[in-house]
Structures are given as C-alpha cells and as structure tokens.
C-alpha cells in the first residue's frame, strides 16, 4: 500500500497542535515549505498559527534529530521522525545529548521517499532498510508492510568486489572532489561536536584546504567518528554538492561494526553503543 503524504502532513499538523496548544512541548520540529515543494525545510513550529505552516511529501528527507541538540536541555520538543530519524533519536538519548522524558515523538511510517536531485526513489540505497520508526509516541499513519525488506548493504557489493589498491584508488578519487564546504557534517545528526576537531588550531589536525592529503583526513577521521554511530540515514550524502557517494563508507563502516559487536546503531533505547560497551564476548578482529 501507498504512502499517503497528504494523509501524513494533515495528521501531523494535528498532533502538532495538540501538543502546543495543551503546553505539552514548547516547540514541534517538523517541515515547512521551501521555494518549492522539492526542497522542503527544516520548520519550527512554536505557536498554533505556526501549524500551518508544515508540510510532508516524498522529499521531507532531512533528519530532524540534527536539530535537538541545538535547544538547552531540559526543552520539551516534539519532533517528527522517520525509521532512520528515530534511530538518531535513540543514539543521541544514548549519548546523553537529549533526555527521553523531554520528546514527544510524532513517529513518521513511510514507503518512497524521493532524492530532490534525481527524483530516484531512496528506500533501498541511502536508507536503513526500514520504513516504520524504531520508537515514536504518536504513529503518524498506518505501519508500512508488504514492501520488500531490504538489506542496507546490498550497495556495498561492488566496493567489497575490490582489492585493497582498487579500492584505496576508488576512494582517493571520489574525496578529491569534495570542496570541503562541510554539508556532510552539517546535515549529519551524530555531528554535533563545536569544535569539530577539523576547525581547530591548537592543535592542528589536518589542512582545510580542499586537497588530497587534508580531504583523506577530514573524512576518513568523519568516517571513524560515526563508527557504530551512523544510523544510515544518507543526508551526508544527498547534502553533497558534488555527490560524493559517503554513505558507501558509512554503510562499511557499519556492516563490519554489525558483524563484530552484533547491533546496529540506534536499534535499541536500552543497548548501550557498541564502542562503549564492553562485553567480554565481543569480538577482537577490531584489534588485528
């Protein structure tokens, strides 16, 4: 069964204004209209007459958890998320960015989500694989079933089909390009450091300059920073403005994370992350 946005948009706005209009939250972050409807905002909504305002279609993409460490903790915060959204939730509740008690979680199900740059359906490639949210407080509309369950790392086969130099070639040419504008971090919801160890002076880690030595830094650092933390969401990737394919690494970085410590980032409120939880049956290949 299809996905009814409409039906979506017009039971979010409900919701939403419930929750204000009965003090519950002090803000909803949901989606508003950009200049068009393929490019749709982040949106706060703060009184009734801001419910309006929102909107929900096929290319509501980004990942509104970005946008919940910015508040002061202790803010009541409704917030819309999808399956990869609510993952991030979980991730930052698990890292004490956000405290559950301070959410109300308008939790979104949804099937054919669409890149604004391609008009590509994304459900099976810079997606978790899911399409209902792992923990919400209020379900949105109907859980999506029937669809075909997707591996997340089915697109991984081509890159894991390399040898070690075919593949360090592969990576040094895709980095190369990136201009170091930094929409990656920007649109990431687990890049929340300030500083980010790559604006820092004192000590320097690596150029900032767009060249290949500081490039391999900036993002191989990135990539192992979001090592058991990436919740694979793909906006690093659809943020690209040179379409930089990220999530590839990502979703290695997560598969080899999934194998070794048996759990996938922001599955579970009541899991620890992997990289800070020992368990003695955990596997060492990590130290090889």
């Not at 929409?183 to 880690?205: S, V």
């Not at 900036?218 to 920073?225: C, E, G, K, P, V």
């Not at 992997?274 to 368990?279: E, G, T």
Request: glycine content about 6%; charged content about 30%; aromatic content about 8%.
């Amino acid at each position: 069964m299809a996905t009814s946005f409409k039906q979506i948009e017009e039971n979010l706005k409900t919701e939403a204004g419930k929750l204000l209009d009965a003090g519950k939250v002090s803000m909803v972050l949901a989606y508003g209209r950009g200049y068009d409807e393929k490019h749709p905002l982040p949106y706060v909504a703060r009184s009734l007459a801001d419910v309006d305002g929102m909107v929900f279609n096929e290319y509501c993409t980004a990942n509104l958890a970005r946008y919940l460490v910015r508040y002061p903790r202790g803010t009541k915060i409704g917030i819309a998320a999808k399956a990869a959204d609510s993952r991030a939730v979980i991730q930052l509740i698990q890292e004490d960015k956000v405290k559950r008690d301070d959410l109300v979680i308008l939790g979104i199900p949804v099937y054919g989500m669409k890149n604004a740059k391609t008009d590509e359906a994304i459900d099976a490639k810079t997606t978790c694989g899911l399409y209902n949210p792992v923990i919400y407080d209020v379900l949105l509309g109907e859980e999506v079933h029937g669809q075909p369950v997707l591996s997340p790392y089915e697109v991984l086969e081509k890159v894991e089909a390399m040898g070690q130099d075919e593949r360090f070639a592969f990576w040094k040419k895709e980095l190369d390009r990136c201009i170091r504008c930094y929409a990656c971090r920007k649109a990431c919801p687990m890049c929340y450091c300030d500083p980010c160890f790559i604006d820092q002076n004192k000590p320097k880690w690596g150029e900032k300059s767009p060249e290949t030595g500081g490039n391999l830094m900036y993002h191989l650092t990135r990539f192992h920073h979001l090592a058991g933390r990436c919740i694979d969401c793909g906006e690093c990737s659809r943020a690209c403005p040179v379409d930089i394919p990220l999530y590839l690494f990502h979703k290695k970085v997560a598969k080899e994370c999934e194998e070794m410590f048996g759990q996938a980032a922001g599955m579970s409120i009541d899991e620890k992350p992997a990289l800070i939880n020992f368990r003695v049956e955990d596997s060492d290949k990590i130290l090889e």
